[in-house]
């Protein structure tokens, strides 16, 4: 059986469309259709069902992506532990939210370097990196949704406490109304965000108030930490990680505006392709950020 074909075969099995799987593979889509149609040709069984939006895999889809994928992924590490050798390293590929990566998986992933580990980070939101490590395109994910399905495996990593902050002049403004009004006094500030659909102060006010927020975006930039920094000048009130504001927060260059009884938190999650942790190099960073992330 031609190699190719499963190759293609298991990327449309993890991307769950002839769409993207061509994407991934810089290939076209008809390309991609019609080595899925010769596959299935050559087993004599179908291995998708098309549907409006991807596609689903049949029982024996399923069952030949379970018995190939692992096999495929071991090629791939043969071929990458002959390059790594050439200079003695290991490379682990990682992905992730920008912020996270840059200030905490790094960090405690340096240490591995002088035993030697090479690291390529990138970053994207879940869905971008998920796909990519499907994909073969990353070793280690870390997410902040559990992936669906048996292909990847995520394992808890840490829970982050989210904080609703604002300038002192803010705060000051404001005053003790914070508490009486909640969410009505809330309002009167302009909003910090990532994107135009406000996620975390929307998870904030879900969780703190029972609500949706009323307010639009006066900022919006795609940086956590330039959230912070945009909120710390003064710009209006944002919803931030702990880790990342502690600093600020002590410093007094922002403010908690509250401090509700049951603070909401986010899990992130450590991922990777189901049977990987076999390999040295990707189980010994997966273990190094569990043992970090005890102190996070």
Avoid at 53 to 58: A, E, F, I, K
Avoid at 75 to 88: A, H, Q, Y
Wanted: glycine share 8%; proline share 7%; net charge negative.
């Amino acid at each position: 059986m031609d190699l190719a074909l499963l190759r293609t075969f298991v990327t449309v099995h993890r991307a769950g469309s002839f769409t993207r799987a061509a994407a991934l593979l810089g290939l076209s889509q008809p390309a991609v259709t019609g080595q899925i149609r010769t596959l299935e040709k050559q087993l004599g069984r179908p291995l998708f069902l098309r549907q409006a939006r991807g596609v689903t895999p049949t029982t024996i889809g399923d069952e030949l992506a379970h018995r190939a994928a692992p096999h495929l992924d071991a090629l791939v590490e043969i071929t990458e532990t002959g390059l790594d050798e050439e200079s003695g390293v290991r490379t682990l590929h990682l992905a992730g939210p920008p912020e996270f990566v840059s200030l905490r998986a790094l960090p405690a992933l340096t240490p591995l370097i002088s035993q030697g580990l090479a690291l390529r980070a990138s970053f994207g939101n879940a869905e971008e990196t998920l796909e990519g490590l499907a994909a073969g395109h990353h070793d280690l994910t870390i997410a902040a949704a559990r992936p669906r399905g048996e292909l990847l495996t995520a394992t808890p990593l840490c829970d982050e406490e989210h904080v609703l902050v604002a300038s002192p002049r803010w705060a000051a403004r404001l005053g003790p109304g914070v508490l009486r009004g909640g969410h009505v006094v809330l309002a009167q500030l302009p909003v910090v965000e990532v994107h135009e659909s406000l996620p975390f102060v929307s998870r904030y006010w879900a969780a703190v108030f029972d609500s949706r927020p009323a307010a639009a975006g006066a900022v919006i930039v795609p940086d956590l930490r330039a959230v912070l920094e945009a909120a710390a000048s003064g710009a209006g009130l944002a919803v931030l990680p702990r880790y990342l504001c502690e600093g600020e927060l002590h410093s007094g260059r922002v403010v908690a505006l509250l401090d509700p009884p049951v603070p909401p938190l986010r899990t992130y999650f450590l991922v990777v392709r189901t049977g990987t942790l076999a390999l040295p190099h990707i189980a010994r960073a997966h273990e190094w950020l569990l043992r970090a992330a005890v102190d996070w």
